[in-house]
């Protein structure tokens, strides 16, 4: 079978680097793809995604191609780099997003859509109702045009603070690997671990400590990304997809 990824830096991989440097990241579509391939024997994989794109970016960009490869399988995320912009309006991507997944249906490719994870504290808390809004939208575009939906808002275990990597953005390791097991049991696909095992336990952090890693992050993560908006920057300014056309991968890599 084929895979085709499209997206921003949640289906690129951001937060989940491959081990060896330089060689940029992993993330839950390559261990996704991954999984399909130790089931099937082989497959072929294509990964358009970039981080920072923006939906029109997105669909003009990267929908084409994905397209034009005709595979049987197109995983699709966007929108959220929208609405964390001045302005966003989940209706109006819900409109983009439904006729990008109507072009891939009538082209013959299965979808798989996401919602995202419910969180609402910290710069997520003045936004938390509009990403809600589109995620309620999303799951009516997946019904609507027979999708798979992979429904992130219900999986509390994206919620610990382990999922995600140090900038509270993008994932951490652990958080991609539990996605790829949760998008393989959506389709189907047979994995030998569990992407809900709980967590183990550990110390807590004192405030003093807590308050030293919130001046961190604005310092590292957070103000440099305001910068990046007011300046009309994106991360992915200089970042071309990292699989861009299919390849065969192997249960043997």
Known sequence: MSLVSVGDSFTEGV?????????GFRGWADRLAEHLADHLGEIEYANLAVRGKLMRQIITDQLPPAVEMAPDLVTLSAGGNDLLRPGGDPERMARILEAAVRRLRGAG??????????ISKGYMRGTIGLFAR????????ADAHGCFLVDQWSMKVLTDPRAWDEDRLHMSPEGHRRL???V????????????DEPWPEREPVAWSQARREDLAWVR???GPWIGRRLTGRSSGDS??????ELVRMTKDR
């Open 109 to 118: 490719s299965q979808v798989v859509l996401f919602t995202g994870v419910n």
């Open 220 to 222: 590292d993560s957070l």
């Open 239 to 244: 970042v071309t997809a990292k699989r861009p």
């Open 134 to 141: 589109y995620y309620m939208h999303i799951r009516a575009i």
């Open 15 to 23: 937060g989940d680097p491959y081990p060896s440097p330089g060689t």
């Open 184 to 195: 393989a049991e959506v389709l189907g696909v047979p994995v030998a671990e569990r992407w």
């Open 180 to 182: 790829a097991l949760r």
